[in-house]
Protein backbone atom coordinates (compact mmCIF):
# COMPACT_ATOMS: atom_id res chain seq x y z
CA UNK A 1 0.00 0.00 0.00
CA UNK A 2 0.84 3.27 -1.17
CA UNK A 3 0.33 6.37 0.91
CA UNK A 4 1.03 10.05 -0.10
CA UNK A 5 0.19 13.19 1.89
CA UNK A 6 0.31 16.75 -0.59
CA UNK A 7 -0.49 20.23 0.32
CA UNK A 8 -2.23 21.27 -3.00
CA UNK A 9 -2.15 24.96 -1.87
CA UNK A 10 -5.57 26.05 -3.45
CA UNK A 11 -6.27 28.11 0.07
CA UNK A 12 -3.97 31.13 -1.16
CA UNK A 13 -3.01 31.87 -4.94
CA UNK A 14 -2.86 28.57 -6.29
CA UNK A 15 0.15 27.68 -8.66
CA UNK A 16 -2.36 25.18 -10.85
CA UNK A 17 -6.02 23.73 -11.06
CA UNK A 18 -7.35 21.29 -8.63
CA UNK A 19 -7.60 19.11 -11.63
CA UNK A 20 -4.03 19.10 -12.55
CA UNK A 21 -2.52 18.24 -9.31
CA UNK A 22 -5.24 14.74 -8.93
CA UNK A 23 -3.70 14.29 -12.85
CA UNK A 24 -0.24 14.50 -11.90
CA UNK A 25 -0.14 12.72 -8.16
CA UNK A 26 -1.88 9.96 -10.07
CA UNK A 27 0.58 9.90 -13.21
CA UNK A 28 3.55 10.48 -11.06
CA UNK A 29 3.09 8.96 -7.62
CA UNK A 30 0.80 6.79 -8.22
CA UNK A 31 -0.54 6.35 -4.27
CA UNK A 32 -3.63 3.80 -3.35
CA UNK A 33 -4.27 6.41 -0.60
CA UNK A 34 -3.69 10.13 -0.23
CA UNK A 35 -4.46 13.06 1.80
CA UNK A 36 -4.54 16.20 0.11
CA UNK A 37 -4.88 19.55 2.54
CA UNK A 38 -5.34 22.86 1.69
CA UNK A 39 -7.32 21.32 -1.36
CA UNK A 40 -9.96 22.90 -3.64
CA UNK A 41 -12.96 20.61 -2.15
CA UNK A 42 -14.69 18.71 -4.74
CA UNK A 43 -18.13 19.84 -5.80
CA UNK A 44 -20.02 16.48 -5.78
CA UNK A 45 -17.70 13.25 -6.94
CA UNK A 46 -13.92 13.48 -7.39
CA UNK A 47 -12.41 13.14 -10.48
CA UNK A 48 -12.98 9.63 -12.29
CA UNK A 49 -11.11 7.11 -10.85
CA UNK A 50 -10.98 8.14 -7.15
CA UNK A 51 -13.12 7.95 -3.79
CA UNK A 52 -12.47 10.53 -1.64
CA UNK A 53 -14.07 11.94 1.31
CA UNK A 54 -14.38 15.87 2.23
CA UNK A 55 -16.61 18.52 4.25
CA UNK A 56 -18.76 19.73 1.54
CA UNK A 57 -17.78 23.82 1.61
CA UNK A 58 -14.66 23.46 3.19
CA UNK A 59 -13.74 25.48 5.68
CA UNK A 60 -15.95 28.15 5.28
CA UNK A 61 -17.79 30.33 3.32
CA UNK A 62 -15.85 31.39 0.17
CA UNK A 63 -13.15 29.46 1.62
CA UNK A 64 -13.86 26.14 -0.26
CA UNK A 65 -11.17 24.26 0.51
CA UNK A 66 -9.77 21.69 3.12
CA UNK A 67 -8.58 18.47 3.68
CA UNK A 68 -9.76 15.44 1.45
CA UNK A 69 -8.91 12.24 1.99
CA UNK A 70 -8.92 9.76 -1.83
CA UNK A 71 -7.86 6.27 -2.64
CA UNK A 72 -7.72 4.77 -5.99
CA UNK A 73 -8.50 0.52 -6.05
CA UNK A 74 -9.51 0.85 -2.56
CA UNK A 75 -12.51 1.70 -0.78
CA UNK A 76 -12.76 5.11 0.89
CA UNK A 77 -15.08 5.58 3.75
CA UNK A 78 -16.09 8.66 6.21
CA UNK A 79 -15.90 7.53 9.97
CA UNK A 80 -17.97 9.96 11.92
CA UNK A 81 -18.36 7.65 15.25
CA UNK A 82 -16.32 5.18 17.14
CA UNK A 83 -16.82 3.04 18.90
CA UNK A 84 -15.23 2.88 22.59
CA UNK A 85 -15.45 0.55 25.72
CA UNK A 86 -14.36 -2.71 26.27
CA UNK A 87 -16.85 -3.86 28.67
CA UNK A 88 -19.21 -1.28 28.26
CA UNK A 89 -19.31 -0.30 24.54
CA UNK A 90 -20.64 3.26 23.18
CA UNK A 91 -20.68 5.10 20.12
CA UNK A 92 -19.07 8.38 20.45
CA UNK A 93 -19.38 10.85 17.67
CA UNK A 94 -15.86 12.43 16.10
CA UNK A 95 -16.30 16.18 16.57
CA UNK A 96 -12.91 18.05 15.03
CA UNK A 97 -13.23 21.61 16.11
CA UNK A 98 -12.70 22.38 12.72
CA UNK A 99 -14.18 20.07 10.58
CA UNK A 100 -12.67 20.33 7.25
CA UNK A 101 -9.19 19.83 8.83
CA UNK A 102 -9.11 17.07 10.20
CA UNK A 103 -11.25 14.14 8.11
CA UNK A 104 -11.20 10.30 8.78
CA UNK A 105 -12.00 7.92 6.74
CA UNK A 106 -11.35 3.82 6.59
CA UNK A 107 -9.21 2.90 3.83
CA UNK A 108 -10.90 -0.81 3.26
CA UNK A 109 -9.29 -3.41 0.82
CA UNK A 110 -11.30 -6.07 -0.42
CA UNK A 111 -13.51 -6.60 3.08
CA UNK A 112 -10.81 -5.70 5.18
CA UNK A 113 -10.38 -2.50 6.90
CA UNK A 114 -6.16 -1.65 6.12
CA UNK A 115 -6.30 1.53 8.10
CA UNK A 116 -8.33 4.01 9.57
CA UNK A 117 -6.89 7.63 8.10
CA UNK A 118 -6.77 10.53 9.94
CA UNK A 119 -6.25 13.82 6.91
CA UNK A 120 -4.78 16.81 9.29
CA UNK A 121 -4.22 20.10 8.42
CA UNK A 122 -2.78 22.28 11.27
CA UNK A 123 -4.67 25.58 10.80
CA UNK A 124 -2.62 28.37 11.57
CA UNK A 125 -4.62 29.50 14.73
CA UNK A 126 -3.89 30.05 18.54
CA UNK A 127 -6.44 29.18 21.12
CA UNK A 128 -8.21 32.22 20.89
CA UNK A 129 -8.47 31.22 16.99
CA UNK A 130 -5.90 34.22 16.26
CA UNK A 131 -3.06 34.38 13.41
CA UNK A 132 0.22 32.78 15.16
CA UNK A 133 1.63 31.06 12.02
CA UNK A 134 2.12 27.73 12.92
CA UNK A 135 0.17 24.55 14.05
CA UNK A 136 1.56 23.95 17.55
CA UNK A 137 -2.17 24.55 19.27
CA UNK A 138 -3.81 22.95 16.57
CA UNK A 139 -2.45 19.73 15.77
CA UNK A 140 -2.43 18.22 19.70
CA UNK A 141 -6.42 20.36 19.49
CA UNK A 142 -7.61 18.30 16.74
CA UNK A 143 -5.94 15.20 17.53
CA UNK A 144 -7.67 15.58 21.08
CA UNK A 145 -10.75 15.98 19.64
CA UNK A 146 -10.17 12.79 17.89
CA UNK A 147 -9.27 10.64 20.69
CA UNK A 148 -12.09 8.33 20.90
CA UNK A 149 -10.53 6.86 17.71
CA UNK A 150 -7.41 6.29 19.25
CA UNK A 151 -9.53 4.11 22.26
CA UNK A 152 -11.69 2.46 19.77
CA UNK A 153 -12.02 -0.59 17.99
CA UNK A 154 -10.01 0.81 15.21
CA UNK A 155 -6.76 2.07 17.65
CA UNK A 156 -4.78 -0.76 16.20
CA UNK A 157 -3.99 -0.01 12.82
CA UNK A 158 -4.52 4.96 12.49
CA UNK A 159 -2.59 6.68 10.08
CA UNK A 160 -2.44 10.19 11.03
CA UNK A 161 -0.96 12.54 8.16
CA UNK A 162 -1.11 15.89 6.75
CA UNK A 163 0.28 19.32 6.61
CA UNK A 164 0.85 19.97 10.79
CA UNK A 165 2.63 23.69 10.09
CA UNK A 166 5.16 22.33 12.64
CA UNK A 167 8.88 20.99 12.63
CA UNK A 168 9.41 17.77 13.83
CA UNK A 169 11.29 19.14 16.81
CA UNK A 170 7.91 20.33 17.93
CA UNK A 171 6.28 16.82 16.88
CA UNK A 172 7.88 14.62 18.99
CA UNK A 173 5.39 15.23 22.28
CA UNK A 174 2.11 14.80 19.71
CA UNK A 175 3.43 11.26 18.89
CA UNK A 176 3.97 10.38 21.84
CA UNK A 177 1.38 11.13 23.68
CA UNK A 178 -0.96 9.29 21.13
CA UNK A 179 1.33 6.67 20.74
CA UNK A 180 2.15 7.11 17.15
CA UNK A 181 5.79 6.49 15.46
CA UNK A 182 7.25 9.38 12.77
CA UNK A 183 7.74 7.26 9.21
CA UNK A 184 10.23 9.65 8.29
CA UNK A 185 12.36 9.29 11.08
CA UNK A 186 12.12 5.72 11.51
CA UNK A 187 13.62 5.68 8.08
CA UNK A 188 16.13 8.09 8.58
CA UNK A 189 19.53 6.10 8.39
CA UNK A 190 18.03 5.63 4.20
CA UNK A 191 18.38 9.29 3.70
CA UNK A 192 21.53 11.98 4.04
CA UNK A 193 21.15 14.65 6.03
CA UNK A 194 18.75 17.26 4.94
CA UNK A 195 20.79 20.24 4.26
CA UNK A 196 19.44 23.63 6.60
CA UNK A 197 16.69 21.35 8.19
CA UNK A 198 14.53 23.75 9.96
CA UNK A 199 13.70 23.09 13.54
CA UNK A 200 15.51 19.44 13.44
CA UNK A 201 17.34 18.30 16.45
CA UNK A 202 18.66 15.39 15.06
CA UNK A 203 22.19 16.35 14.22
CA UNK A 204 23.75 13.57 11.63
CA UNK A 205 20.81 11.44 12.01
CA UNK A 206 18.52 13.74 10.55
CA UNK A 207 16.59 11.93 7.31
CA UNK A 208 14.22 14.87 6.87
CA UNK A 209 12.55 15.29 3.57
CA UNK A 210 12.25 19.24 2.22
CA UNK A 211 8.39 19.20 2.18
CA UNK A 212 7.50 23.14 1.93
CA UNK A 213 9.21 25.93 0.52
CA UNK A 214 8.04 28.88 2.04
CA UNK A 215 8.69 31.41 -0.98
CA UNK A 216 10.71 31.70 -4.18
CA UNK A 217 13.83 33.36 -2.78
CA UNK A 218 16.35 30.73 -3.45
CA UNK A 219 17.25 31.77 0.45
CA UNK A 220 13.57 30.04 1.52
CA UNK A 221 13.82 28.13 4.26
CA UNK A 222 14.38 24.13 3.96
CA UNK A 223 11.87 22.65 6.11
CA UNK A 224 9.48 19.06 6.91
CA UNK A 225 6.31 20.33 7.85
CA UNK A 226 4.12 17.58 6.31
CA UNK A 227 4.80 14.13 8.39
CA UNK A 228 3.02 10.93 8.62
CA UNK A 229 2.53 8.78 11.84
CA UNK A 230 1.53 5.63 12.14
CA UNK A 231 0.63 3.32 15.11
CA UNK A 232 3.07 0.84 16.13
CA UNK A 233 1.16 -2.67 14.28
CA UNK A 234 1.44 0.03 10.57
CA UNK A 235 4.61 1.20 11.22
CA UNK A 236 5.82 -2.49 11.67
CA UNK A 237 5.04 -3.21 7.75
CA UNK A 238 6.74 0.34 6.66
CA UNK A 239 9.12 -0.15 3.65
CA UNK A 240 10.21 2.37 2.48
CA UNK A 241 9.48 6.45 2.43
CA UNK A 242 10.65 9.26 0.28
CA UNK A 243 9.06 12.55 -1.47
CA UNK A 244 10.37 16.13 -1.76
CA UNK A 245 11.98 17.76 -4.86
CA UNK A 246 14.82 15.06 -4.90
CA UNK A 247 12.10 12.35 -5.60
CA UNK A 248 9.82 14.79 -7.55
CA UNK A 249 12.20 17.31 -9.94
CA UNK A 250 10.35 20.55 -10.67
CA UNK A 251 7.48 20.08 -8.08
CA UNK A 252 7.70 23.56 -6.97
CA UNK A 253 5.99 24.84 -10.07
CA UNK A 254 2.98 22.79 -9.20
CA UNK A 255 2.31 23.57 -5.23
CA UNK A 256 4.69 25.25 -2.29
CA UNK A 257 4.37 21.99 -0.58
CA UNK A 258 6.10 18.61 -2.24
CA UNK A 259 4.48 14.89 -1.04
CA UNK A 260 5.79 12.52 1.38
CA UNK A 261 5.01 9.28 0.74
CA UNK A 262 5.15 5.80 2.54
CA UNK A 263 5.24 2.36 1.28
CA UNK A 264 3.42 -0.47 3.37
CA UNK A 265 3.59 -3.95 2.52
ZN1 LIG B 1 16.18 17.33 10.10
Redesign the pocket.
Known amino acids: MRLATWNLKQAVAPKKPAADLWQWIGDTVEPDVVVFTEAKVPNETPPAGWQAVWIPGGVGPKRRWGTVIAGRGVQVTAVTSVTTGRVRQKTVALEPRWPAAAVVADITVGSERWATVVGLYGLTVDTNGDKCGHGRYSVPALLNDLEPLFTSDRADRIIVAGDFNMW?SDTWSIAADFELLDCVSLTAADRPV?AG?SG?D?GDQ?G?LWTHRNGNSPNAAVQQIDFIFATPTLADELDTVYGGPDTYPGIWDLSDHAPVVAEFS
Open positions: PLCCECH
